[in-house]
Each structure stands twice: as structure tokens, then as C-alpha cells.
């Protein structure tokens, strides 16, 4: 398959690069990361999906989406898909999706879950928002990007089971980051926290998968100084997303509020720029109630 790939930094370089060594002609262009192996590189986002039958983009924000959307579409063939897999507000996913539909091109939301890692080792999982038709004609290039694509219904819909998702993720991450410097106050040892919570009612991704506690539970940023991992402030961006969402759509949503607020606290006034998401739990370390 023809493929444009507009944004190859630290995600889409590693997608770009899957696609191409499965053998797809890919043509790339980025403003400035390194071109990925196998990956032709196109002078202008334009020149990058002249006569692609798919164009993807990976890019940082939905203002960037919606400037690199108005220029690729009209260099698309008719019947081509515009696949966005970045995480933006729903408002510029449905924008795109327009603007798309009325060029006579089709167009997918399809934001990720599983990070840098996922994207190197071909896992991501896929949230998928658009029509039967542009989904069958990705399809196959999910398959080869990641291990799991799941149509989630019209435009839009890919990005509000993602923003739900990492409202849960920054919730609960925060929860097990206090319940395991409660913990150390009441003087319960961390491996049989984690032994314990691992097991029963209270588990979940944060704690089983990616325990912000170091030493305890499979390797994860807790083990390497808090590195990132999946940064505090890109977990603040999407918490944000789902704010901007629960008030659009008047969704009560006091934990993912609350979540907001600290992670807002956290990178703007703390020392969590920078730092994995998870680095939640040292700031918990010490505090009081105060
Ligand atoms: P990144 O900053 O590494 O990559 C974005 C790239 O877009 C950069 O290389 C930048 O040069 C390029 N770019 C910006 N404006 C451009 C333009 N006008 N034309 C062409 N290229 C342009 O970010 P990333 O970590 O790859 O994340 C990309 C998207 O994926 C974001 O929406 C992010 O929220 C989402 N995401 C990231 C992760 C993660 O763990 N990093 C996980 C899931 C989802």
C-alpha cells in the first residue's frame, strides 16, 4: 500500500518503520525528527500524501492536527483515508472529519494505548472512531502497528474511549501513589502492599502492570529514577482532553477533576516536568495532611 506519515517523532517514527519494513511503500515528513529506516523523505506534508491511498499523522496537538489536515487533504486522491492516531480534543477530530468527508476522502480517529514501547514492538492498541469502509482499509495496517484495533463507532468515537481511558489511568494511578505512602505511614511494608493489593479488589493497571513503587512488581519507570514512561505532563494533557470533554458534553466527572488539578499542581508547581507519570508517589512521600 501507498502510505504518507506526517509526524515521525518519538511514536510515529517507530509505526512509520513497522510499515515499511512490512514491506508498504511509506513516504514521510516531520518539521524535525529523523527520518525512520525505510522511510522516504517528502519535502512538504503535501508532497508526503500525493497519491497515498492512506495518510497517517502523529502529532502533538489538535491545532497542529487541524493545520496539517488542511493541507494534506486536498493533495488526496478521492477514496483515500486520513488516519489521525494522535490523542486531541474530540471538537478538531470531528473538524478534520468534515472537511475530510466533504473532500471525498474518508477519515479515521485512531488514538493509541501503550506507549513508546508499544509502538517499537508493534503492540499498540488501536481506539477507532470513523466509517466501515476507512476502517476495513486500515485494518490490515493495524495489524501491523499493533495487536488489538477496536472500532468504536462514528468520527469521534476513538478519541472519547481514549480520553476515558487515561481519565481512569491518571485516577487511579494517583489512588495507588496515596494508598502506598499511607501505607508506609502505617508501617505495612511495600512488597506485601503490592503482594496483597496485586491480588485483590484494589488492583489495576497502575498498581499490577506499571507499580509506581520501586523495586516491587514487574520493572517499570519507579526502577530507572522515574524516567519516563509515559511523562506527567502527557498524562496532564489528557486529562485536560477529558475535561474539556466532560464540560462540553456536562459529564460530572469529580475524580477526573480532581485528578487534573493535581497533575496540574504537580507539573506547573512541582517537580513533575519532566518526570513519569508515576513519580506521583515520592511527591505523596512525607506529606502531611496539610
Ligand atoms: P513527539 O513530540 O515525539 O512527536 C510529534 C512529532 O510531530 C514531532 O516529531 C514534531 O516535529 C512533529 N510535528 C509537529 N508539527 C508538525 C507539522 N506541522 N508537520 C509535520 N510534523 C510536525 O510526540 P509523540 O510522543 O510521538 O506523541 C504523538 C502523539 O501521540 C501525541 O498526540 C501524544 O499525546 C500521543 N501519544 C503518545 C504516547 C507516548 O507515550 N509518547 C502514547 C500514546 C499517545
Known amino acids: 500500500m501507498k502510505i504518507g506519515f506526517i509526524g515521525l517523532g518519538n511514536m510515529g517514527g517507530p509505526m512509520a ?17 529523523p527520518m525512520p529506516e525505510g522511510v ?12 497515498a491511498e492512506v495518510v497517517i499523522t502523529m502529532l502533538p496537538n489538535g491545532d497542529i492536527l487541524r ?3 488542511a493541507q494534506v487533504i486536498p493533495a488526496m486522491p478521492p477514496g483515500a483515508v486520513l488516519c489521525d492516531c494522535s490523542t486531541v480534543d474530540v471538537e478538531s477530530t470531528r473538524a478534520v472529519a468534515h472537511q475530510a468527508e466533504a473532500a471525498g476522502v474518508g477519515a479515521l480517529d ?4 501503550g506507549g513508546v514501547g508499544g509502538a517499537a514492538a508493534g503492540t499498540l492498541t488501536f481506539m477507532v472512531g470513523g466509517s466501515d469502509d476507512a476502517f476495513a482499509t486500515v485494518q490490515p495496517l493495524f495489524e501491523i502497528m499493533g495487536q488489538k484495533a477496536v472500532h468504536c463507532g462514528a468520527p469521534g468515537a476513538g478519541q472519547a474511549a481514549k480520553i476515558c481511558n487515561n481519565m481512569i489511568l491518571g485516577v487511579t494511578m494517583i489512588a495507588t501513589c496515596e494508598a502506598f505512602a499511607l501505607a508506609d505511614k502505617l508501617g505495612l511494608d511495600r512488597q506485601k502492599m503490592f503482594d496483597v493489593v496485586s491480588t485483590s479488589s484494589g ?33 496532564l494533557k489528557d486529562l485536560r482532553l477529558s475535561q474539556i470533554a466532560a464540560e462540553a458534553a456536562d459529564a460530572d466527572t469529580p475524580m ?20 513519569d507519570f508515576s513519580a506521583m508517589l515520592p511527591r505523596f512521600e512525607g506529606r502531611g495532611r496539610g
Request: proline letters at 8%.
Open 256 to 275: 477526573g477533576a480532581r485528578a487534573t488539578e493535581l497533575y496540574t499542581q504537580f507539573v506547573e508547581a512541582e517537580d513533575g516536568n519532566g518526570r
Open 110 to 113: 485512531a488514538p493509541v494505548s
Open 17 to 33: 518503520a513497522n510499515l515499511a519494513r512490512a514491506g508498504h511503500a511509506v513516504t514521510g515528513f516531520d518539521l524535525a525528527a
Open 67 to 69: 493545520k496539517v489536515a
Open 40 to 51: 522516504t523523505p517528502a519535502d512538504s506534508a503535501e508532497a508526503a500524501a500525493e497519491g
Open 203 to 235: 488492583y489495576s493497571w497502575s498498581m499490577n502492570a506499571y507499580c509506581p513503587a520501586p523495586g516491587v512488581g514487574p520493572q517499570s519507570p519507579a526502577d530507572n529514577g522515574y524516567t519516563p514512561g509515559f511523562a506527567a505532563e502527557l498524562m
